[in-house]
């Protein structure tokens, strides 16, 4: 499994249970890497896309404990400890996990690299992202080039677990 997440520079990722900020260079990186691949995420993650429906031509895998929740066009786990099996049906695929914070927490020891998009700027949050630059089971495997967006600056680097 590998992570996708946008972190602010205190490794902040939503407030409100929204993105700190949308940039549509990440969004359509988002898009390219994930489609015709698997999803996993929480169901606030789900609800906080546009109509509350999963995202076309993926696999939307929500781990929820609530057995009574019901989403149209999702897989849903109600088991952290079911989602390995689960994902036995979708191998050659690409796993993503997309958040959010508490999904990401659970889910960091069992993924393999870590896709940021690092943004640089720092926005209130109430949701972060475990540092990776203070965690040395990971390494910044890839620096990506800074970029600008809107007068936001921002990278595309990749993270890589320690084996």
Not at 51 to 76: D, F, H, S, W
Not at 90 to 101: L, M, N, R, S, T
Not at 113 to 131: E, G, L, M, Q, S
């Amino acid at each position: 499994m590998d992570i996708i997440v946008a972190v602010d520079e205190k490794w902040g990722i939503g407030k409100d249970g929204n993105l700190l900020q949308r940039i549509s260079t990440d969004m359509k990186r988002f898009r390219a890497m994930t489609t015709g691949n698997v999803l996993v995420m929480g169901r606030k993650t789900l609800e906080s896309f546009p109509n509350q429906k999963p995202l076309p031509n993926r696999v939307n895998i929500v781990l929820t404990t609530n057995r009574a929740y019901e989403a149209e066009g999702v897989v849903l786990c109600h088991d952290l400890a079911d989602l390995p099996e689960l994902l036995k049906a979708y191998e050659g695929k690409q796993v993503f996990v997309a958040g959010g914070g508490s999904i990401y927490a659970q889910l960091l020891p069992q993924c393999e690299r870590a896709y940021v998009t690092k943004i640089y700027h720092t926005y209130p949050a109430d949701t972060t992202f475990p540092n990776l630059d203070e965690n040395p089971e990971w390494v910044l495997a890839e620096k990506g080039e800074v970029q600008e967006e809107n007068g936001v600056r921002f990278s595309f680097d990749v993270y890589q677990k320690m084996k």
